[in-house]
Each structure stands twice: as structure tokens, then as C-alpha cells.
């Protein structure tokens, strides 16, 4: 009775030396995170970052006169009525192409702000570090994969329908956006709902594609969309930043992981 | 809480102060405001006055407020889009009038005008020529032209002007206006831009990697100063004519003299602008290294000042800025992210020029700027003394008596002094006990009203230890992080179940009324970070679990019935942000915080499919509308009988199979299910207690919530319920309220309601359910006597108790204070009360402890003079004095409860009645004379008679009683109810009409019009007729040249009943002038 008492207390005692050492180990383990580990995914995270801005190729403040032309040739794979020639020049970027370039800029200011010379501290303040970088890449890529749903008069109303010369005829409406790695265009055929017109008039909510039938009021006069094209390219550099986004933030949670498991 | 109903807050912060990491800065509030549901990200004052104090705040997600700063109301609010990263200030100047705008820039490539009061867009200012989101802004106002300017610099470093005139300022339609100027000046990073007050013709750009002066007309560069030692700028302003404060990111500030080139009153000015070449200034600013040896160097300890100079050499003085004053920032450990700076030049005497920092450790500290220079500029450079410095935690500490915790009598182990941290909670209103998780593992069952009366209030509890009694569950091995109680949420849960999840990886049924642990689920591989109950519909076996969510990213159904999991769904490679369900297709929906969406099928744990972008915003938004489809399938069951063949899953087959059954038993029963769901699940609690935390890792501190008319129904309730307690039939009740007085006629309704819904759920249970559930009945019956042990109490007139004796203004009125004390059982606080106030949209401001401060300390030196000065003298009367808003929510609470009380058989909180419910049967002759009495009170009150006449006819009531000598002898003498009824009386009468005399008009802020004007018509009787007296009370009080002014202020916005044609013009102006926005409050 007595013996079996004063094992269990030795090997008490045993178990709690083994936890003590296996918690200096730890706390060991967690110095080198701090001061290794986090600064070699920094780094990687501010390369792979570095590629995916080189992507977006912003302008140079210095070659302002050149104004570089692009093209895209849009199609659609069941519909041959519409085929899309589109040409970009000099900076007309689509807005989601800006807004992902500036998020992707922001997270990189924010890395770079903590090079090999800083010391962190504690886990919290990479954590913090990570949540920063973390919410400018999904808003990057958020930015990308999830194209803005709008009203139809919203979409009339917008700086798309401003950009043509000459300007497009009065019953035909596009939209212009990026879906993944797509370039997409849309074009809506309108046509005018009399005022005494017998049908229901219900406007339709906000949507990224709105489907034939759908109908808005616009500068006092109803409108129905009477047929939709939709043609779209894919764009060979926007998967690659897609795929750099999804990997940088997978690191951004791993360290993140990381540092939560060893934060108590 | 719905915005309509009268609620009030009553926080107990506990000892540690919640993590405030300052990611903006502004002025010093006095209250934490909650509502944003994202960071915040910019801060900026919304008003000119110093009459009102307005400030605007603007969160990540888009969300925009404006805060009343004195009270923390929320005066509007909105949401756009895109997050805002600055917002500035502006009155714009049309003809005479002068109005608010907000100008705001962001993750978006505009620059929003937005109306001060209303929020609303007004016009954007928009690029031509390449568009880019504005990293700053600045506004001038130009005297000779009369024009305001807005000078932006865009993140590619484009600086833009913007000239708003009359015209554009008057512009309703959304059409842009489009910049007058843009010209590149190479500033790439750029951090802030400020405009110098004093000359009005220079500019400072601040980048990370420099800063620069520019000339304010045409913007040619006068001087660029780069960082060094791997040091970033973030930000700058002129503090004098030649002076500029720059800070950089790890809270150094630095203050240069300018040199003479950039000083317009000096000669010198702009002389080195015609030297360089033709405005090519090299857009490659890194090369400093290689001129470096050419250039003057400034060599001060550590401090290297180059600026490059045109290679033309001239007198280098002329054009090097000299640095005068270091300021380095405190020691302060731990910090998480870089200090916000912000330098606060005062318009007014005595023009204080601040230097305030704030960290993510809660601290301000304050710098005061001299005017002079030191006087060996050169020696080195002088560092500057803090002048003020201060954290959360450190004023949180200094208070004496410390902030009260909800549990902390309980927490203090013998030995330490500081309480254990509590670090999850629930509340189980039904029967009024809060159960708190602390970080040793251990979890407390303790009576809500007992502790915080021990908490806030003084009285015979504070002699006894451990009070109250309370039970603690032992299981966890380390903090509890969530807890919850099935039941609350769904009736389809054991009474008796607890689960609680803990940072050791284990998930634990409880008993809790034997305080027996039941089962210890392992299944998780992280910390438990949430709990949830399913919703109705799913099948019967996932209906008995609940859904665990932990830091590993899995999520685990666990099963309360079977004691197993039955679904684990892990390796989500991100953290989980949100759990939805799609109970007629089986489907759990999982959303990570990457914004990719998982879908799993409950019965066989098979991972249906995984998608990101817009598919899964689509399916997340499906997920919300999930009762309308469910009612849907109903409809089409073999559309329904398909999909669930489609997808192989059993559960949902079976779901299906008992749906139709349910339809058939809702239909046999015929009950009208549509009425019960009308009602909001907890609309009867009177005290709802939420614990919040600021901070995962911060411990949870508690607030109350006081309803204020539910309180008022359930003292009712319980009045008509005294006649015959016993046996409850509809037909007592219906007899019931004819007896009682008016405010029955509310009540009866209400009760007659509730028995049918008891009714139902008899005829429900009976009907459907086995006859296992009489076994279980029987049990729970067993049990429940059982739970006896914890003390059984009067949870209604406890609430009544708490929230009276916290809302009374003590130590005005001696004589009051003795009835209350005495008579009506009401306690006197021991430490101040931290109340709140909630206003539209649910947004809310917190007092902070530190509230009453200045207060407290003059206790302290009252203490140490020797003098006896009671804590409760100083702490009762203070919320009066806070803010409008506050004093009517507070008045209103006070007087309609008092009101209430008065009305009520024996109310008073001292006696046997106080212990359990209400047992015995009480005389009608007395509740008719009570009611009597409690209607000449109110006549009394709502005549606004002066307090001693009503006193004097309440008093003369029981000779008239006496003499009649009808009245046999009851346990409760008539007089001693009539003490009670006229000790409500006289303190419905002192908060209605005396409280002005007595405060003080310094220390009493009037209650507002239009918030008692809007309860006019109050849907609780209690509650509208407070407002109606007060309302006249405070009529009366302005006096005349006060309503008048009253009538002038709001004649504006009332309809105007002229002729049509004739004032076409005038109603132009009414439509157009903004309604202000209190009154909605």
C-alpha cells in the first residue's frame, strides 16, 4: 500500500521535472520563432508579395507620355452573336485592378516596416502584424474574385458608361469587370417601357450579371433589359497574383497558428 | 435590445481595464462608445461649436458614426461600401451660412463631401487624370479669394487641388467635380500633408522615407529632409511660422527650425527653387548616399541630417533645417503595433500646442510644446519632458474603492489580492442566475441581482463572506473560454444542461442543479472558442447537439443526448468565422475568415464542396433566407423528396418524413403558431446581464440591462397574481384585473396570453410526445426541489431593489433617504455606478470607473481633513449632471418604477416577501386602498402639487379610514402600507419636480423635450404618464421666455398650414434644412 503510494508520488514528481524541461524547451522554441522563424516568413512573404505587385506593373511616375495599349479579345463559349475587342490604354486601369494593386502595396509598407533588425517581443504583436498584412491581401483579392454587384441605374449612372468615344447609343448598356482571373463584359440591350405599359414594373435589386427581363428607372424613363451578352477573356498575370494572394495568406495563418499555440 | 423600449445600462467594469489599443486619436472621452463592428479606423471632431460636441467615427468595414461626446449617443449613423482611412472637418462658408461638411477619403480613389449632421453624401471630388486613392488630404481657406481649396496627394504621389466654391458647395446631385490642378511631385508613401496656419504659403509633405516643404502656390520644393536609421515618418505639422513637428513610426517626434528658403518672410525664400533644373526634380530620392560627401553633414548624437542641395554650392544654412527638440517616448513594454501621434494646436487662450500620443496599451501621454529655442541649438539636441502621462489600467488602478467585478466577493482567494479573471459568462434569465467561467477552470453559479447588490451597493450582505450563496462546478483544467445554456435558446434542451468549453481542448456537459459533470467531450485539437445551438429545424439527431467550434479550425457537433460527437468537420486551413445551416438540406455551413465558405453534410460528415469569391458570399446570403425556403419545401415536398434522393443523405430524407408528420400534428392542433413567434424571445426579462471584452485575451467584464417596462409588467404580474398565487386558471385571471388596479387593464391581456401559450404547450406535450417526458417531468420536479439549496428569492422586486436603490439621487433630501433606507428597503451604493446609454441602432457608450473621479479624490481629501464624508453622497447624484439624454432615460426610469411600486400591495423591499415568491393571499380591501392611494398620488404628481400637500392628503387618509373602522387587522396594518405608498409618492415627487433646487441648475442637466415628447404616447401606461409629468414639470420649470425659446427652435420644422402659392419659397427652406437628428432618439 505504502509502496505503491510512493511510486505514484516519484513518478509524480518525475512527470512534473519532465513537463518543467519540456516547457523550457518550449519557451526556447518560441524565442526562436520570434527571432528567426517570423523574419524568414517575413521575408518570403515579402517576395512573393514583391512578384505579385511586379504583376500589376504599375506605371512608373517618370513614363508618363507613353501610353502603352493593350488588348483583349473576349469570347464566350456558347454564344457566337458578340465577340469583344477590347483596348486599354495608359492607365485605364478597371478600378479593381487599382484598388488590388494599393491593398497589395499597403501590405507590403506594413512588412517592410519590420525588417531583420526588429526584434519582436511577443506573439501578440506578430499576431497583430499578421492581421494587418492579412486583411489588406483579402481585401486584394476579395477585390479580384468578388466583382461589385450593382443596380442597373447604378451601373448607368457609373464612369462606364462615360469612357466611350463616341458615346454608346442610348439602349445599350455595359458593364466591365474582373472575375478571377477573368476580364468580363457585359452588354445589356435595352428598351424603353411605355409609361401606360401594362406590365408589372418591379426594379430589379443589385446584381454582378442581371438576367433579360430585368427592369430600372433611369433620368424618369423605364427600362427592361431585353438581352444579355456576356463575353469574357482570361487574363494570364491575374491567376498568378490570385495564387500568390491564396499562398501568402496561408503563411500569414500558419505563422499566425504558430504564434497563438504558444501565446498562454 | 430594440431601440423603442426603455433600457438601461449599469456596467461593472471589474478590475482590469479592457484593452484599448488607440488606433486613432482625437480628444479625451470619458465613456468607451461600442457599435462599430470592425476596427476603427479615423476619428475627426463633426461640430465648430463649443456647444455641442460632436465627433465622427469611421470603422473598416465602412461604418460610419457621430457621437455626442458629453453622453456618448449615437446621433446618426451609416454605412457605405468602402472603409474610410481619414476624415477631416470643415466649414464650408455659403454667402452667410456657414455649414458642416466632412471630407473623406479612403480605400477608394474620390474624396467624399459628407453632410456634418446627416452623414449623407453630398458630392465627390473626383480625378481626371489618373485617379488613385487619396493617402491625405489638406483644406485651405483662401482670404482673398474667398474660395476653399482642397489639396490632396494621391498614394502615387499626385498632388491635386480642388477649389470648392459657393456653387459646388450648394450642388444636391451626386455630379463630381473635378480637380483644377494635379501635378506629380515624386512623393511615393506619402503619410500626411499639412498646410501652414500661420504664413498660409507653405505645405509639408510627409512620406516615410522624407519630408518635404513645398510652396503652397505653385508647389515648387523648398526643402526635403530624409529619415534615418531605418526610421519611418508618419506624419507632421507646422508648429510655428518656421517650426515643424514630425513624428515617426515608433513614437519619436522631432522638431526642426526651417531653414530661411523656406520661411516666406525671409529674404531667402524660395531662393534655391530657379536653381535647379527646369521642375525635374529626379524622381530617385534614395540617392543621398553618394552626394552625402559633398554635403554638409549636421552631425548630432545619432541624428544625421542631409538635405540635398543643388549642386551649385551655396550658403548651406540658408536651406538645412536645424533640429531642436527630441522626443522619444516612454518605456513601455509590450507594445503591439506603432503609437498614434497627433499635434492639437488650441484656437483659444491660452493657445496650448500639444504633442499627444496613444498606444495600444491604452496610454496617453501629453507633450507641451515651448515656444522658445533652446538656447545651445547646437550642443545637441534637447529632449523635452513628458507632461502628462496616463494608461487606462493606471487610472483604473488609482480608483479607490477599484472598479467593481460581478463576481469579485467570490474570486478573491485567500492570500492575493486580485480576484480571479472571469472569462466567459452566460446569463439564464429564467432564473435569474448568471453562471461565470474563470481562468482556474472553475465554474460559479451565483444569483445576478444578489451579487451586484454586493458589488454596488452597501448593507447587513457586507458583513457576511461568500454571500451569495452560490455553487461552483469543478472540471476544466485551465480558463474557460465560452459557456452556454442550450435550453435558453431552444425548449428542446435539458433544463439542466450546462456546456461549457474550456482553453484545454474539452467540451463539458454540466447539471446544473446538482452541479454534477455529465460528460467531457475530447474531440477538438485547440481551444474551444465558441458554442452553438442549432436551429429548429434540423434533424432530430443533430437537434440534441451542440455545434463546437475550436482554434484547431474544426468544428464538432456533439451530441447532449447520445454523449458523442456525431460530426467533426477540421482541417479548414483558416480560422472559422462563422457557422450557418441549411437544416432542410443537411448542410453546415462553414465560414473561414480568408472568405472561403465550406459546406458539410451533417449525417454523413462528408464535405460537399468548398468555394471562395462570389459563390460563397452567395451561399453564406442563401444561408440568411433559409426559413422562407424551408417553408418552400413544405410546399413542394416532392421537389424536396428529390434533392434529398440527389444527395444520398438519409438525414435529410428523414427530416423531410418529420416535417410532413409536424405539419399534420400543427394542423390537428390548430394552434396559431404565428402569434407565438411574433414575440421576441426575452422581451420579458426585466435585467438581461451581457459580459463584453474588448479583447479575446482581457477578462469579461459585465453589464446590466434593466428593462425598464418589463420590470413594470412583471411587478404587475405579480400584484395580480397575489390574490391567488396558488392555482392559475383563466378564470381567477380573468376576474383578476378587475380588482387591480388600471394597470391591470395592460396586464390582463398579457397574463390571459400567457396561460393560453401554457394552455397549448399542455395539449402539445400531451399529444406528441411519449410518456418518457411524465418520467422526466417527475425527475426534474425532484431536482428542482433539490436546487433549493441555492437561495430561492424574489428575482422581480430584487431587479426593483438593485436598479431603485442605483437610479435614486441619494443625500439631497435626508428625511427621503430615511424612508427609503428604512421603510422601502432601498441601499445606499458603496462605490459609483458606471451607467450607460444606448441609443439608435444599438450603439451604446460605457462610463468609464474613472467617471466621477475628481469626485472621488475630493472624498479622499475630505477623508484625510478628518471630516466624515459618505461615499454614497458623492456617488448617488452625480448622473444628473452627466448629460440631457442621460438624465431623461434616468428620470423616466425612476418615476415610472416608483410610480409602479406605489400602486403595488406591501412594496417595499424589506420582509419575508423578498425571500420567495409571493404565497399568500392578501385582503382585497387592501389592494383597492393601496390602488386608491397610489391614484391620488399620481393625480397629486401629475398636478405637479408641491410634495407637502400631497403628503398632507396622503396622510389624512387613514383617520378617514380609521374612523370608519372598517378595515379588520391585517399582517400589513393600512398605515404601514400607507408609509410605503407615500415613501414611493415623495420620491416620485423629488426626482419629477424638486431635483433642479436641490442639484442645482450647475450640477442638473434638464431633461430633454423632445425624448419625453416622443413618450407621450408610451405603450406602457408607467412609463407614459412619467414622461407626461415630467414633460410638464420641465415646461413648467423653463418659465416662459424657455418655452418660447422651445417653440422658436422647433417652429421651423413643423408643417406649415398656409397657402400653398404663396409659400412655395419658405417650404423650399423647410425641405432643405436637415431635421435635427435628437429628436429620433
Redesign the interface.
Same mark, same amino acid.
Given at each position: 500500500m505504502l509502496g505503491t503510494e510512493r511510486s505514484t508520488l516519484s513518478e509524480l514528481a518525475k512527470m512534473t521535472a519532465a513537463s518543467q524541461a519540456e516547457r523550457t524547451v518550449l519557451e526556447e522554441e518560441f524565442n526562436w520563432l520570434l527571432k528567426e522563424e517570423v523574419h524568414a516568413v517575413l521575408k518570403q512573404l515579402q517576395d512573393i508579395l514583391k512578384e505579385a505587385s511586379r504583376r500589376f506593373s504599375?506605371p512608373? *511616375?517618370?513614363l508618363?507620355g507613353q501610353l502603352k495599349q493593350e488588348n483583349f479579345i473576349l469570347g464566350s463559349s456558347t454564344m457566337d452573336q458578340v465577340k469583344g475587342v477590347l483596348t486599354l490604354q495608359g492607365?485605364a486601369l478597371t478600378?479593381a485592378i487599382?484598388?488590388a494593386r %494599393?491593398?497589395v %502595396?499597403q501590405a507590403l509598407?506594413l512588412l517592410s516596416?519590420r525588417?531583420e533588425?526588429y526584434h519582436f /517581443?511577443?506573439g501578440?504583436?506578430v %499576431? /497583430? $502584424?499578421m492581421d494587418?498584412v492579412? $486583411?489588406q491581401l483579402? #481585401?486584394a #483579392?476579395?477585390r479580384l474574385?468578388? *466583382?461589385?454587384s450593382m443596380t442597373l441605374p447604378e451601373l448607368a449612372?457609373s464612369g462606364l458608361m462615360k469612357m466611350f468615344t463616341p458615346p454608346m447609343p442610348g439602349d445599350v448598356m455595359v458593364n466591365f469587370y474582373i %472575375? $478571377?482571373s477573368k476580364l468580363c463584359l457585359t452588354v445589356y440591350q435595352l428598351h424603353v417601357l411605355q409609361p401606360n405599359t401594362t406590365k408589372n414594373f418591379k426594379s430589379a435589386g443589385s446584381s454582378?450579371l442581371h438576367n433579360p427581363g430585368a427592369m430600372f428607372e433611369y433620368n424618369n424613363t423605364k427600362f427592361e433589359v431585353s438581352h444579355v451578352h456576356k463575353v469574357e477573356c482570361v487574363v494570364p498575370w491575374l491567376n498568378d497574383t490570385l495564387v500568390f494572394f491564396t499562398i501568402s $495568406?496561408?503563411l500569414c495563418?500558419q505563422l499566425k497558428d504558430k504564434c497563438?499555440l504558444r501565446? #498562454? | 435590445m430594440s431601440g423603442n423600449s426603455l433600457v438601461l445600462p449599469i456596467v461593472l467594469w471589474g478590475r482590469n481595464a479592457p484593452t484599448h489599443c488607440i488606433s486613432s486619436l482625437l480628444i479625451n472621452p470619458r465613456a468607451l462608445l461600442f457599435g462599430h463592428t470592425a476596427s476603427v479606423t479615423c476619428l475627426s471632431k463633426a461640430s465648430a461649436g463649443s456647444d455641442k460636441q460632436y465627433l465622427v467615427s469611421a470603422s473598416e468595414s465602412g461604418e460610419m458614426c457621430l457621437w455626442d461626446v458629453n453622453d456618448g449617443r449615437c446621433i446618426e449613423f451609416t454605412k457605405l461600401a468602402c472603409a474610410h482611412t481619414g476624415i477631416q472637418f470643415y466649414q464650408f462658408t455659403i454667402g452667410t451660412q456657414r455649414e458642416g461638411r466632412l471630407l473623406c477619403h479612403g480605400h477608394y480613389p474620390e474624396i467624399l463631401v459628407v453632410d456634418a449632421t446627416s452623414l449623407e453624401v453630398l458630392y465627390s471630388l473626383v480625378s481626371k487624370i489618373s485617379p488613385d486613392w487619396i493617402s491625405s488630404m489638406s483644406i485651405i481657406r483662401s482670404h482673398r479669394t474667398q474660395e476653399d481649396t482642397v489639396v490632396a496627394v494621391s498614394v502615387t504621389g499626385i498632388l491635386k487641388v480642388w477649389i470648392i466654391t459657393a456653387d459646388v458647395s450648394r450642388m444636391q446631385d451626386l455630379d463630381p467635380v473635378f480637380e483644377e490642378e494635379s501635378k506629380p511631385i515624386y512623393c511615393q508613401g506619402c503619410q500626411s500633408i499639412s498646410f501652414c496656419t500661420f504664413t498660409q504659403l507653405s505645405l509639408l509633405v510627409v512620406c516615410s522615407k522624407y519630408w518635404r516643404v513645398f510652396d503652397a502656390g505653385d508647389f515648387s520644393l523648398l526643402c526635403s529632409v530624409p529619415s534615418e536609421n531605418n526610421q519611418s515618418w508618419v506624419g507632421g505639422e507646422f508648429i510655428a511660422a518656421d517650426k515643424v513637428i514630425i513624428w515617426t513610426e515608433d513614437g519619436c517626434s522631432y522638431i526642426y527650425k526651417l531653414p530661411a528658403s523656406c520661411l516666406p518672410a525671409s529674404e531667402h525664400f524660395r531662393s534655391n527653387v530657379g536653381k535647379k533644373a527646369e521642375g525635374s526634380i529626379p524622381p530617385l530620392v534614395y540617392s543621398i548616399a553618394d552626394r552625402a560627401d559633398k554635403q554638409l553633414e549636421e552631425g548630432w548624437e545619432g541624428q544625421c541630417v542631409v538635405v540635398r542641395l543643388p549642386d551649385s554650392a551655396c550658403d548651406p544654412e540658408l536651406y538645412t533645417p536645424e533640429l531642436q527638440y527630441i522626443q522619444r517616448p516612454l518605456e513601455a513594454p509590450l507594445l503591439i503595433c506603432p503609437p498614434v501621434t497627433r499635434f492639437f494646436f488650441g484656437r483659444r487662450e491660452p493657445f496650448h500646442k500639444l504633442l499627444i500620443q496613444g498606444d495600444s496599451a491604452g496610454r496617453l501621454t501629453v507633450w507641451s510644446i515651448p515656444e522658445t529655442s533652446p538656447l545651445q541649438p547646437l550642443s545637441s539636441a534637447a529632449e523635452l519632458q513628458v507632461s502628462v502621462s496616463i494608461s487606462l489600467q493606471e487610472a483604473f488602478d488609482k480608483l479607490m474603492p477599484s472598479p467593481a467585478g460581478i463576481i469579485d466577493q467570490l474570486s478573491v482567494l485567500p492570500g492575493s489580492n486580485d480576484p480571479i479573471k472571469v472569462t466567459a459568462s452566460v446569463y439564464i434569465p429564467s432564473q435569474g442566475r448568471l453562471v461565470c467561467g474563470r481562468e482556474d477552470g472553475s465554474i460559479v453559479l451565483v444569483p445576478a441581482t444578489q451579487t451586484a447588490i454586493v458589488q454596488l451597493l452597501q448593507g447587513e450582505h457586507m458583513l457576511r463572506r461568500g454571500w451569495p450563496p452560490h455553487r461552483t462546478l469543478r472540471g476544466h483544467r485551465h480558463k474557460v473560454t465560452c459557456l452556454l445554456y442550450p435550453h435558453q435558446v431552444s425548449p428542446r434542451y435539458d433544463q439542466r444542461s450546462l456546456v461549457s468549453g474550456g482553453v484545454d481542448f474539452s467540451v463539458i456537459i454540466w447539471d446544473i442543479f446538482t452541479g454534477e459533470m455529465k460528460h467531457i467531450f475530447c474531440v477538438h485539437g485547440g481551444e474551444i472558442t465558441q458554442l452553438i445551438v442549432p436551429p429548429e429545424n434540423c434533424s432530430t439527431r443533430v437537434q440534441h447537439c451542440v455545434c463546437s467550434v475550436a482554434s484547431d479550425h474544426s468544428v464538432g457537433l456533439l451530441s447532449l443526448r447520445e454523449r458523442k460527437c456525431i460530426m467533426l468537420a477540421s482541417r479548414h486551413l483558416f480560422p472559422i468565422q462563422v457557422i450557418k445551416w441549411r437544416p432542410c438540406d443537411d448542410y453546415l455551413v462553414v465560414g473561414c475568415s480568408d472568405g472561403s465558405v465550406y459546406v458539410w453534410q451533417m449525417d454523413t460528415g462528408a464535405l460537399d464542396r468548398c468555394v471562395m469569391g462570389i459563390t460563397a458570399v452567395e451561399i453564406l446570403n442563401a444561408c440568411d433566407e433559409v426559413v422562407p425556403a424551408a417553408m418552400d419545401s413544405l410546399n413542394h415536398p416532392a421537389v424536396n423528396l428529390k434533392q434529398a434522393m440527389t444527395r444520398r443523405s438519409l438525414a435529410a430524407l428523414k427530416n423531410m418524413a418529420q416535417h410532413k408528420l409536424q405539419t399534420l400534428a400543427t394542423n390537428l392542433l390548430a394552434a396559431d403558431n404565428a402569434d407565438k413567434g411574433n414575440l421576441p424571445k426575452y422581451s420579458h426579462n426585466s435585467l438581461v446581464v451581457q459580459a463584453m471584452k474588448t479583447n479575446l485575451t482581457d477578462p469579461d467584464m459585465h453589464v446590466l440591462f434593466f428593462d425598464v417596462e418589463a420590470v413594470i409588467i412583471q411587478l404587475l404580474t405579480e400584484e395580480a397574481q397575489r390574490p391567488n398565487p396558488t392555482l392559475v386558471s383563466p378564470e381567477t385571471l380573468q376576474k383578476a384585473p378587475g380588482g387591480a388596479d388600471k394597470g391591470g387593464s395592460f396586464l390582463a391581456n398579457k397574463i390571459f396570453k400567457q396561460v393560453k401559450e401554457t394552455i397549448k404547450e399542455n395539449i402539445k406535450e400531451h399529444l406528441l410526445d411519449e410518456d418518457e417526458d411524465e418520467e422526466e417531468e417527475q425527475r426534474r420536479r425532484e431536482e428542482k426541489s433539490k436546487s433549493l439549496s441555492l437561495l430561492e428569492y424574489n428575482l422581480t422586486m430584487d431587479t426593483a431593489k438593485l436598479f431603485m436603490s442605483c437610479l435614486h439621487a441619494w443625500g439631497l433630501n435626508g428625511e427621503l433617504d430615511e424612508v427609503c433606507l428604512n421603510r422601502l428597503g432601498m441601499l445606499k451604493p458603496h462605490t459609483p455606478i458606471s451607467f450607460g446609454l444606448i441609443s439608435r441602432g444599438g450603439h451604446m457608450s460605457l462610463m468609464l470607473p474613472t467617471f466621477k473621479d475628481s469626485l472621488l479624490r475630493q472624498l479622499a481629501k475630505g477623508c484625510a481633513e478628518g471630516r466624515k464624508l459618505s461615499v454614497s453622497e458623492i456617488v448617488g447624484k452625480g448622473t444628473y449632471g452627466v448629460s440631457r439624454a442621460v438624465t431623461t432615460q434616468h428620470l423616466l426610469s425612476v418615476i415610472s418604477l416608483a410610480n409602479t411600486l406605489m400602486g403595488m400591495t406591501n412594496a417595499t423591499f424589506i420582509g419575508e416577501h423578498m425571500k420567495k415568491a409571493p404565497a399568500r393571499t392578501v385582503p382585497r380591501l387592501t389592494v383597492s386602498l393601496s390602488a386608491c392611494m397610489a391614484l391620488l398620488c399620481r393625480l397629486s404628481l401629475f398636478l405637479s402639487l408641491s410634495l407637502n400637500r400631497a403628503r398632507s392628503l396622503a396622510l389624512s387618509l387613514p383617520f378617514i379610514l380609521s374612523a370608519s373602522r372598517s378595515v379588520p387587522l391585517y399582517p400589513f396594518t393600512p398605515l404601514k402600507v400607507l408609509m410605503c405608498v407615500t415613501g414611493w409618492s415623495q420620491l416620485a415627487a423629488m426626482h419629477c419636480v424638486m431635483l433642479p433646487d436641490l442639484l442645482g441648475l450647475d450640477k442638473f442637466r434638464p431633461p430633454l423635450l423632445e425624448m419625453l415628447a416622443r413618450r407621450w404616447q408610451d405603450r406602457c401606461l408607467e412609463v407614459r404618464e412619467a414622461a407626461q409629468a415630467l414633460l410638464l414639470a420641465e415646461l413648467r420649470r423653463i418659465g416662459q421666455s424657455g418655452r418660447k425659446d422651445t417653440i422658436d427652435m422647433w417652429a421651423p420644422y413643423l408643417p406649415q398650414y398656409v397657402d400653398a402659392v404663396s409659400s412655395r419659397k419658405s417650404r423650399k427652406i423647410t425641405h432643405t434644412t436637415p431635421l435635427p437628428r435628437q429628436v429620433v432618439n
Open positions: 504599375m512608373s *511616375p517618370g508618363e492607365e478600378q487599382q484598388d %494599393n491593398h %502595396n509598407q516596416s525588417d533588425s /517581443k511577443t501578440a504583436e %499576431n /497583430k $502584424l494587418a492579412m $486583411l483579402t #481585401r #483579392r476579395n474574385t468578388t *466583382p461589385a449612372a %472575375n $478571377l454582378v $495568406l496561408q495563418q497563438v501565446q #498562454r | -
